[in-house]
C-alpha cells in the first residue's frame, strides 16, 4: 500500500522520548495505516527500527492515551510477516503479555538461570545466547480495555506470522496467563472485544502448538474450564443431571427460545474450535471414568448449542457446523447424551426416547448435501457422527432409517434418482470424492444393520458394490455387526415387484430383447469366443483387468483358462443361501 507518511520524521518523534510527540506521531501514523495489510519492502527497515523504538517505549511508565497509540502501531507493524523481529524476543513478547492482561510465569526466567540457581548475563537467542528480558511489573487490573484489545491483537498476529513468536510463547507459559483469564470470564467490566480476542488468542495458540495443545487439555483441565465458559456465555442452566436449559426459560424447548445474540455466538464458536483443538485426539484413545463425566458434561451443553439458533442463516449454519466438529470428537459411548432428555410436548420421539438432537443433525446433514460446497469439509463430520450414533444405539439407528430409508414403495426408478434423501445419499456412494463416497455407503450400511442383502435392496448392488469389495462381502450372505432381530413388513409395492427387480440397478426394468434369439448353438459358441478373445488382447495390452469374485467374497484376477471356462458354463449357479432380508429388518 502506498502512503505519503515520512517514516524517518516518525522515528525522529519517537527518538525525542517526549510523550506528547510521540503521541501525535503515532496517532497520525496510525490513522493513516490502520487499514493497511500489505507493505512495501523498500521501508521495511525503517519499520523494524520503528517496531524497536516502540517496545521500549511501551516499558516506561506512559499515560493510557500514549500506552493505547504505541500498541495500536505494534498492532498495525505486526501484520508484516516480514517485519516480526522486534516483537518475538521473549522481552517484547513479555511487555506485550502485561498489556494484554496475561501473567507470564517463570519460563523466561528458568532460561535465565544458572544450574545452581543463580542469574546469569546473557543476550537475546537471535545472536545465539539470551539477553535478560526486562521483565514488566504484575499486569495492572485498571489496565484500559482498549489497551488490553490492541495488546491481545498484537500478541495474534505476531503468533499468526511467526514460528519463533510462537516459541517464545510457548517458552513464557503464556497459556497460563490466558487461562487465568478464562477463569474471571464473571468480571462484568470486560468487554466483547477483550473476550473475543482472549479467546482467539487460546484458539491460535492450540491450533499452532501441539504442546500448549496438551498443557491446556491436561494440566490447566482445559475441557472443564471451556465449558463452563461455554455454559456461562449461553447462559445455561441445569435442569437435570445431563441436561440444559436456559437461565429463566426452564420450561422452553431450545428450538423455541429467540435466537441467541451474535456476540454469544461469536464468543460461542471461538470456545467449540479451541474445544475442538484440545480434544482431537479423544476419539484416538481410551478415556477414563473422570474423563468421561467431563465429555458427557460437555455433550450436553453441544447438545443445546444444536438445538439452539442464531440470528441469520449464515451465522446460525456456522454455529451448528462447530457444534457438530466438537460432537465428532467426543468419545462414541459418550454420545448418548444426545438421547437422554425427557420428551416434552414438542419433542421429535421415537419408541419413547427424545430424537430432537438426531433430527436436528439429519436437517444439518441434508442441508449440506443440498448446498454442494466442500462435503468433505462440511458433510463428513455430520454423517461420521450419525453412523457412530446409530452403530451405538438401537433406538437412534431405528429413528434414523425410518427418516433415511422408509420401507420401500418406488420400484421403477433407480436409487439414486429422486430428492428423498435415500436417493441423495445413493448419489453420493459414487462420489469423485473417496473420503465422501465411502462415509455416505457406511452410514447407509449401517442402518442397515450391516445386512448385504438389505444393503443391496436399498442402493442396488452397482452403487454398494465399492463398500462391499472393500470389505469382501460381494458375495452375498455374510453379513457384519452385532444388531437386534426385528421384522419389517415389505410394502406390497415392493413384494409384487420384487421377483423382476434387477438387483444391479435396484429398480424393475422393462423387458428387453434377447440379442441371441434365433441364433444356433454353435453361432452362440462362436459369439462368445469372440468375446473371450477380444478380453484376452484387451488383458494382454493392459488395457483392462478381467476379474472375477471369489469364494471368499473378494475379487481376484481372471485367467484366459477362467475365460474359457466361462464360455462353456456360462450360467454359474448361485451357492449362497436363502434370502433373509426379510427375517430381522427393523422398521
Known amino acids: 500500500m502506498a502512503t505519503t507518511l515520512d517514516l524517518n520524521n516518525i522515528i525522529t518523534q519517537m527518538e525525542t522520548g517526549k510523550q506528547d510527540s510521540v503521541l501525535r506521531a503515532l496517532q497520525t501514523y496510525n490513522k493513516e495505516m490502520n487499514l493497511c495489510f500489505t507493505f512495501s519492502r523498500e521501508e521495511e527497515q525503517d519499520r523494524e527500527h520503528l517496531g524497536e523504538l516502540v517496545i521500549d517505549f511501551l516499558k516506561l511508565e506512559l499515560q493510557p492515551s500514549c500506552q493505547l497509540a504505541c500498541l495500536e502501531t505494534v498492532r498495525i507493524l505486526s501484520r508484516d510477516k516480514h517485519c516480526q523481529g522486534p516483537f518475538i524476543s521473549h522481552s517484547a513478547m513479555s511487555t506485550l503479555a502485561h498489556y494484554a492482561g496475561l501473567v507470564v510465569t517463570s519460563a523466561a526466567e528458568d532460561v535465565l538461570q544458572g544450574p545452581d540457581g543463580e542469574g546469569e548475563e546473557g543476550e537475546e ?18 489496565l484500559d480495555l482498549e489497551v488490553n484489545a490492541e495488546a491481545l491483537k498484537s500478541i495474534c498476529n505476531i503468533l499468526l506470522h511467526s514460528e519463533t513468536g510462537q516459541v517464545v510463547a510457548a517458552d513464557l507459559h503464556l497459556i497460563t496467563g490466558v487461562a487465568e483469564r478464562l477463569k474471571q470470564r464473571h468480571i462484568p467490566s470486560w468487554n466483547h472485544e477483550v473476550c473475543f480476542y482472549i479467546l482467539r488468542l487460546t484458539f491460535l495458540l492450540t491450533a499452532l502448538r501441539v504442546d500448549i495443545r496438551a498443557q491446556l487439555a491436561q494440566q490447566l483441565h482445559g475441557v472443564t474450564l471451556l465449558g463452563n465458559y461455554l455454559e456461562d456465555t449461553l447462559n445455561l442452566c441445569w435442569i437435570d443431571t445431563l441436561e440444559t436449559a436456559r437461565a429463566g426459560s426452564e420450561g422452553i424447548p431450545p428450538k ?57 442463516e449464515e451465522l446460525n449454519d456456522e454455529f451448528h457446523g462447530h457444534t457438530v466438529n466438537l460432537l465428532g470428537n467426543l468419545p462414541v459411548p459418550c454420545l448418548d447424551v444426545l438421547v437422554m432428555p425427557k420428551v416434552q410436548q414438542c419433542s421429535t420421539e421415537s419408541q419413547g426416547i427424545n430424537m430432537d438432537a438426531a433430527d436436528m443433525l439429519l436437517e444439518f446433514m441434508e442441508r449440506k448435501i443440498n448446498q454442494g460446497h466442500k462435503l468433505k469439509e462440511t458433510l463428513l463430520p455430520s454423517l ?150 477380444m478380453f484376452d488382447r484387451l488383458s494382454r495390452t493392459n488395457m483392462i483387468q478381467p476379474m472375477q469374485l471369489g469364494m471368499d467374497g473378494t475379487m481376484r484376477e481372471m485367467t484366459l483358462e477362467d475365460l474359457h471356462n466361462q464360455t462353456h458354463s456360462p450360467v454359474i449357479r448361485s451357492e449362497e443361501p436363502a434370502n433373509t432380508d426379510d427375517a430381522d429388518e427393523d422398521n
Do not use: W
Open 384 to 533: 461420521n457422527l450419525l453412523t457412530e450414533s446409530a452403530r451405538i444405539h438401537r433406538e437412534t439407528r431405528k429413528f434414523l432409517r425410518s427418516k433415511v430409508l422408509p420401507p420401500l414403495r418406488e420400484v421403477r426408478n433407480r436409487p439414486e434418482v429422486g430428492s428423498s434423501l435415500r436417493n441423495k445419499l445413493v448419489r453420493l456412494m459414487t462420489h469423485i470424492d473417496t473420503d465422501v463416497k465411502d462415509c455416505a455407503a457406511e452410514f447407509l450400511f449401517v442402518l442397515c444393520k450391516e445386512n448385504v442383502s438389505r444393503f443391496i435392496k436399498y442402493t442396488g448392488y452397482g452403487n454398494a458394490a465399492g463398500l462391499l469389495a472393500a470389505r469382501g462381502l460381494l458375495r452375498v450372505g455374510k453379513d457384519l455387526g452385532n444388531y437386534s432381530d426385528d421384522e419389517e413388513s415389505e410394502t406390497e409395492e415392493y413384494k409384487e415387484a420384487k421377483a423382476n427387480i434387477n438387483p444391479i440397478t435396484g429398480v424393475v426394468e422393462d423387458e428387453k430383447p434377447d440379442p441371441m434369439e434365433g441364433m444356433t448353438e454353435e453361432e452362440k459358441e462362436y459369439e462368445a469366443m469372440k468375446l473371450v478373445q
Open 125 to 142: 537467542r537471535e545472536n545465539g545466547s539470551l539477553e535478560v528480558a526486562n521483565k514488566p511489573s504484575p499486569p495492572s487490573e485498571n
Open 256 to 312: 423455541e427460545l429467540p435466537p441467541l445474540t451474535r456476540q454469544q455466538i461469536e464468543l460461542a464458536m471461538e470456545v467449540l474450535k479451541i474445544l475442538f483443538n484440545i480434544t482431537f485426539d479423544s476419539m484416538r484413545r481410551k478415556v477414563d471414568e473422570e474423563e468421561a463425566a467431563d465429555y458427557r458434561h460437555l455433550g450436553a451443553i453441544l447438545r443445546h448449542c444444536l438445538l439452539s439458533c442464531a440470528d441469520g
